[in-house]
Nanobody, 121 residues
Framework: QVQLVESGGGLVQAGGSLRLSCAASRSMFSINAMGWYRQVPGKQRELVATITSGGRTNYADFVKGRFTISRDNAKNAVYLQMNSLKPEDTAVYYC???????????????WGQGTQVTVSS
């Protein structure tokens, strides 16, 4: 069983920064897209940012210019640098990988357990 483990969440004042990290408990045969999503109670999980294996990025409009997603293929890790944080960024942030665990398995979605980000005003 592979687990994605996020870290880097916490409490920060508005205007501050946090850097989230996500790594797998075991190596993967291949990793396609990696991404970050967030969810607040009572609302659906929403896309924050994604990055392909080739490094192409995609951002939700509400984080463009403030957040940066990156990946380290050698370390099998994905990061989210969050700057100029706002109270409305408060949520549980989840990492997601579209990956193949072994050569014999089809591509599948893997999710982390989530990390809380709280931005105070």
């Amino acid at each position: 069983q592979v687990q994605l483990v996020e870290s880097g969440g916490g409490l920060v004042q508005a205007g501050g920064s946090l850097r989230l990290s996500c790594a797998a408990s075991r190596s993967m045969f291949s990793i396609n897209a990696m991404g970050w999503y967030r969810q607040v109670p009572g609302k659906q999980r929403e896309l924050v940012a994604t990055i392909t294996s080739g490094g192409r990025t995609n951002y939700a409009d509400f984080v463009k210019g403030r957040f940066t997603i990156s990946r380290d293929n050698a370390k099998n890790a994905v990061y989210l640098q969050m700057n100029s944080l706002k109270p409305e960024d408060t949520a549980v942030y989840y990492c997601n990988w579209r990956a193949r665990r072994t050569v014999w398995l089809a591509e599948d979605d893997y999710w982390g357990q989530g990390t809380q980000v709280t931005v105070s005003s």
